[in-house]
Structure formats: C-alpha cells, structure tokens
C-alpha cells in the first residue's frame, strides 16, 4: 500500500485503529527514563501519545496526511512534545543515531537489495538507546497469502535480531500472546517482539 492507500483507508473509517496504545509498547517501555523517541508508522498517534504523556520527546512518521491529521489533533494538548512528519522509511531515513526509543508497532518493513530500510531504522537509535519492533506472528498471516500478500516478504522481528552486530545487546526475541484482543477480521493471536539495546 502506498500513501494514496493508507489515506484512502484512514477515510473509510472515523477512526481506524482503537486510540489505545499498542501493548508491546507499554510492557516494554515503562521502565525506560524518557528521553526522545521515533514511532515509525505512527498512525492515529495513540503510541506517540502515550509516551509524551509519560515525558518523551516523539517524533512520530507515517505515509498517511489523514492519520497525521488526526494524530495532531489527538495530541494538540501535547503539541510541544510532539512532531509529526510524513515520510516513508523506504525513500528517507530518519535522523541517524538521534532517538533513545526507536518503535516500530506492526510496521511491514518490505525486504528489499540493500536494505537501506533497515539500516535507517537501526541507524536512527542513538547509542545506549532501545530498538523495538513488534509484529504479528507468521501463522497468524495466512490469509494474506488470498489476498496477494506474502507475510514472508517482510522483516520479522526475529530476523531482524539475527542482523544486528555487536554493537547490540538483544533483551528480548519472543512470540507471545496479544495481550488485547485481535481487530476485527484478523486471526492475530501472538505477537513476535524484538527489544535490543544499541550499546555505547
């Protein structure tokens, strides 16, 4: 989907997500001291919220004008720790070794020759700071498959774990359960969840 897609989408609904934020977020995150933060694939900005709530800094980046819109207007009371940019982490990396918190929630980052995605999301997390990349478990995906899409073509986070060099320290590479219900239509009933730590 490109951002024409992801625009037309956030249309078809008032709102499309939940406005909660994600759960691997906050198992993940509430013990870290805030600092400043990247939500990549933000969305609705429920997760970007949530941290600037708690005293992050948040940059959050996504394709959709409409989903940014309504991000803005659902942290307007928190505009001064909040920015909100489109972009697409497959054209534009984001500013390199800058962020103490880098999450990427369900973002499908598509493999390609290069890897040039990947390498902006990891070169973004600044020294000391934490990587976290959550996704929905391959055998919840099947029905992609039907609907032209191959789950495989995009990194898991346990393939992302087995990139990372030395300069990383991997505190967490597990599938869980979801700790909230599925949305609706889906069959997601665990979560895959990468947390490293880029060291100094």
């Known amino acids: 989907m490109d951002a024409h897609d992801w625009d037309e989408r956030y249309r078809s609904r008032e709102r499309l997500f939940s406005g909660n934020p994600n759960g691997v977020l906050v198992a993940e995150v509430a013990d870290l001291p805030p600092g400043r933060a990247l939500d990549l694939g933000c969305g609705e900005g429920a997760d970007a919220i949530w941290l600037a709530r708690r005293g992050w800094r948040v940059t959050g980046i996504d394709l959709s004008a409409v989903a940014l819109e309504r991000a803005a207007a659902a942290g307007a009371d928190l505009a001064d720790r909040l920015t ?63 609907e032209g899409v191959d789950p495989t073509a995009f990194y898991q986070p346990a393939e992302i774990a087995r990139a990372l060099d030395r300069d990383w320290f991997v505190e967490v590479d597990e599938t869980r359960l979801r700790s909230a219900p599925a949305p609706a239509g889906t069959h997601h009933t665990h979560d895959t969840v990468l947390r490293a730590r880029r060291l100094d």
């Open 84 to 146: 909100w940019t489109r972009g697409d982490l497959a054209a534009t990396a984001p500013e390199q070794g800058a962020f103490d918190l880098v999450s990427a929630q369900y973002l499908p980052l598509p493999k390609a020759p290069g890897d040039a995605a990947l390498r902006g999301l990891l070169g973004a997390v600044a020294p000391g700071g934490t990587l976290l990349f959550a996704g929905h478990a391959l055998n919840g995906l099947g029905h992609l498959r039907g």
